[in-house]
């Protein structure tokens, strides 16, 4: 299972067209990788006389792949900031 560790930051502000407060510049920054390792469940493509193996995240759907093939995306620190309506405006 390869996981991501992800920051995100988001600024919120207020305008005439939609007052109620929402997000407009929303930044994601990667901060670490930890592999899964090779797959242990890959599957065999045909064409022809040719046969070759991919990982099965090239073919499968996620709930059909491996456990080293999966991806988990998990969110270390959320910041919200809001912006000034001096700025805004």
């Known amino acids: 299972m390869t996981i991501y ?3 995100i930051e988001q600024v919120i502000h207020t305008c005439p067209a ?3 407060p929402h997000p ?3 930044r ?3 901060v670490d ?3 899964g390792g090779p797959c242990r469940a890959p599957v ?3 064409c022809g006389e040719q046969t ?3 990982p099965c995240h090239r ?3 996620a709930k059909r792949q491996c456990g080293a093939c999966r991806v988990i995306v998990t969110e270390r620190t959320i910041t919200t900031r809001t912006l000034n309506t001096e700025v805004a405006g």
């Open 18 to 20: 939609s007052p109620e």
């Open 28 to 30: 994601r920054t990667l």
């Open 44 to 46: 065999t493509i045909r």
């Open 52 to 54: 070759t193996l991919v």
């Open 5 to 7: 560790l992800v920051d």
């Open 59 to 61: 073919h499968e759907p």
């Open 33 to 35: 990788v930890i592999p």
């Open 24 to 26: 407009f510049d929303i």
